[in-house]
């Protein structure tokens, strides 16, 4: 009899207890959602943002797509990732394993093989334009973006910077295989010497003949000329899938993070 009492005053704990956590006050804890944005809120709570990394998981899977905008919420999600240390150490990843995988190989050495990358997104960052364009939700304007690209002025990635510096020193040559049209050549090769890419064995420019063409036909197309002319494709990357998917993509792919658009 004499621990009835105590037993009701512990229901009563309890009870307060599971009320508190539920409403996510407990002791004010707040529960990090995830990295980027720190929110507090229990499951009943309103987390703003928190459906916008579900979205950009699913972009980077190629679940999604097709799309020519970002959400709209998420421009504040996305601009504080691209900006932020996360995406940086996405992109280290991903160029970490490209080495590992590189360094791995036994290499004939007789300058045939060759490792492709994308330009914009994977050598070359367009963040500085991008980030006046709210980071994709704009939709894209070809005349402000290439005046931006006339410019030259795009910065290196650096986990890209560094893998390429890296198959170098191994004796894998580089083509560079990109969108951009043939008269941006000048610009895009002062652009990516300025900027530490200071040699490679072929820059290759889409051509008007391709007019029309998706990004998968056109590379699959040029990739496929580079083996017929004895070069073996060991890796390719890029941050579009339509980089990496098709034919003739190489021995393995790697895809670099980019959520702010896609090409088909």
Not at 53 to 75: F, H, M, Q
Not at 134 to 142: D, L, Q, R, T, W
Not at 161 to 170: E, F, P, R
Request: charged content about 20%; glycine content about 8%.
């Amino acid at each position: 009899m004499g621990l009835e009492p105590f037993s009701f005053f512990l229901f009563l704990a309890t009870l307060t207890l599971v009320a508190a956590t539920s409403r996510g006050t407990y002791l004010e804890i707040p529960h990090q959602i995830h990295l980027l944005r720190p929110k507090s809120g229990a499951r009943t709570n309103d987390v703003p943002d928190l459906s916008c990394l579900s979205w950009r998981l699913a972009v980077e899977t190629n679940n999604i797509i097709g799309w020519k905008t970002i959400p709209e919420k998420c421009e504040g999600y996305l601009g504080h990732y691209m900006l932020g240390q996360q995406y940086r150490e996405d992109s280290e990843a991903v160029a970490y394993e490209a080495i590992v995988y590189a360094q791995s190989l036994e290499l004939a050495g007789d300058g045939r093989e060759i490792w492709i990358f994308d330009i914009d997104e994977t050598s070359l960052s367009n963040l500085p334009y991008y980030a006046k364009h709210g980071f994709g939700v704009e939709p894209f304007n070809s005349t402000l973006f290439n005046e931006w690209v006339n410019k030259g002025e795009a910065p290196s990635l650096p986990e890209s910077l560094k893998l390429y510096k890296k198959l170098l020193s191994l004796g894998i040559k580089i083509v560079f295989l990109t969108g951009r049209p043939e008269d941006q050549r000048s610009v895009t090769e002062n652009n990516l010497k300025n900027v530490g890419f200071y040699t490679w064995e072929n820059l290759i420019l889409k051509g008007s003949s391709y007019s029309g063409e998706t990004a998968v036909a056109y590379k699959s197309n040029e990739r496929k000329r580079l083996e017929k002319k004895g070069y073996r494709i060991i890796g390719n990357i890029g941050d579009q899938w339509s980089d990496l998917l098709g034919t003739n993509a190489g021995n393995r792919t790697f895809k670099l993070p980019d959520p702010m658009y896609y090409i088909s």
